[in-house]
């Protein structure tokens, strides 16, 4: 099979023996990687074109690509893949905020052109995601290869850092899941007990805990801490040092925290919790970041989704949203396109909303609010997990699971909240059923080299596992 490879073995050594051993029975076409990283030893891969990522990022191709025969795309093709248009211009946000919209475009355009001439010479049957396409190029990648029928395979981390499930469309998660939900996760019953152990463990830490740590934010404590922000912006201020603009930007940051800034427009419009009040507690997601880019798609403007939740509220009802605890201190407490200045006065202005402070604890929240709404915060799991029902908007890895409600349109949130005011919680049984099937389509192994491993963790079997597993969904792929 002709493989195309996208950011494999960018964090993890290991993972170079995956396309090692891939490369024993398939042709490894093209590979995105980033260089400074992981080491490649390259001449071992003869027959491959590398592909620096961050020339990906910026559209500059190899060498070994003659881009002189790509032709721009004309109307009919560019209106083929138009659903994922907005998506693509608000992920451009992260590197070129100050673009007008007519250069965002014609970046577009022109990562349309190289990425559709690259299928089409090299005409792989296969392209392998890190994850879910969430840069510029490889949205663009992911999307042409949908609307040619090329198939894909991405991976995704699942209720554990450590466990990686494969599926060919984000917007449906692994097809063996997405079945058995649609089955209503029939068969014999599971308890707790029949969970394997990792999952048991889990399971006990988010639902048994008055107010358990998640997981996932203290990776981002981790990945945050004050010895990597110091290397981080060291390195992020050198090109100034250099240029000499450092003295010019140093004024402009002065100014800055000499102003307001998105911290103190939040605590102007906070309001106290009361939790007695029927609420639904909307959690922000971060951002900018995959579970709302690509993973939220129209949702990434999540003052839409709370918009649609106020106008589907039963009597009475309010809704509680608090601030993603990550989303300061990584920026500062700047204004960005995604808090832009007026961002939070928005959303207190939507009828029957309430900001909270941030301090209060998120489990609290959900333990005591009717149901929690979020485009596909992990919060929407954890409160399914402690017996209240989920909206979700978006596309998270946990989105077939029982107790979770699809929305995307103010009648479908209507239609759950009524369920969920009528008493409608989630099943347990489905809900182990759920663990249990999840747990066997997922394997373990790390997607970034920044997550915590522990003592036993086994680089031997992680490379396997991940490797027959790929083998496994390409021999599904070839049928």
């Not at 191709?61 to 248009?85: C, H, M, R, Y």
């Not at 207190?348 to 929240?365: D, K, S």
Request: proline share 6%.
């Amino acid at each position: 099979m002709r493989i195309l490879i996208d950011l494999i073995a960018s964090s993890n050594t290991e993972h170079i023996r995956v396309v090692e051993e891939l490369q024993k029975h398939h042709k490894i076409l093209y590979w995105i990687n980033m260089e400074g990283t992981v080491a490649i030893d390259k001449p071992t891969f003869p027959n491959t074109i590398f592909h620096n990522y961050h020339d990906a990022v910026k559209n500059i191709s190899p060498k070994d690509i003659n881009v002189s025969a790509f032709q721009p795309w004309g109307t009919d093709e560019i209106t083929a893949l138009s659903k994922w248009e907005m998506t693509f211009l608000i992920m451009m946000d992260k590197f070129y905020p100050y673009w007008s919209v007519t250069k965002r475009y014609d970046f577009y355009y022109d990562l349309l052109r190289y990425w559709g001439g690259v299928l089409g010479e090299l005409k792989p049957d296969c392209i392998i995601f890190n994850g879910p396409p969430h840069q510029m190029y490889n949205l663009v990648l992911y999307t042409i290869a949908k609307h040619r029928g090329i198939k894909t395979i991405l991976f995704d981390v699942t209720f554990r850092l450590d466990r990686i499930t494969l599926y060919e469309d984000f917007t449906v998660g692994n097809k063996t899941v997405a079945k058995e939900r649609e089955s209503g996760f029939g068969g014999p019953a599971v308890s707790l007990e029949d969970l394997a152990p990792h999952v048991r463990e889990h399971y006990n830490q988010v639902s048994g805990s008055e107010k358990p740590s998640p997981h996932h934010f203290a990776y981002f404590k981790k990945e945050h801490s004050p010895v990597r922000e110091l290397v981080r912006r060291t390195k992020a201020l050198w090109p100034f040092l250099k240029d000499g603009s450092i003295y010019e930007r140093a004024v402009a940051r002065l100014f800055k925290i000499l102003k307001s800034n998105s911290k103190d427009e939040y605590a102007k419009y906070t309001k106290p919790v009361n939790l007695g009040k029927p609420y639904v507690y909307v959690p922000l997601n971060y951002q900018p970041e995959c579970t709302t880019s690509p993973l939220g798609d129209i949702f990434v403007d999540q003052v839409l989704m709370i918009k649609m939740l106020s106008a589907a509220l039963p009597d009475g009802w309010e809704i509680y949203v608090k601030e993603h605890p990550a989303q300061w201190p990584a920026h500062l407490g700047d204004f960005t396109p995604q808090r832009y200045r007026g961002f939070y006065a928005d959303i207190a202005a939507v009828p029957h909303v309430r900001l909270v402070p941030v301090g209060v604890n998120t489990f609290e929240l959900a333990d005591h609010a009717r149901a929690t709404a979020t485009v596909s915060g992990t919060a929407g799991w954890e409160s399914i997990v402690r017996g209240k029902c989920s909206l979700i908007f978006g596309y998270p890895w946990f989105m077939n699971a029982p107790g979770i409600f699809r929305v995307s349109s103010v009648s479908g949130c209507h239609e759950a909240l009524v369920r969920i005011a009528s008493g409608e919680k989630p099943d347990i049984g489905q809900l182990f059923k759920y663990l249990a099937c999840l747990d066997a389509v997922s394997f373990w192994g790390f997607l970034d080299a920044l997550a915590h491993r522990p003592k036993t963790y086994d680089v031997e079997k992680e490379w396997s596992d991940m490797y027959h597993a790929l083998e496994r969904a390409l021999s599904d792929a070839g049928k």
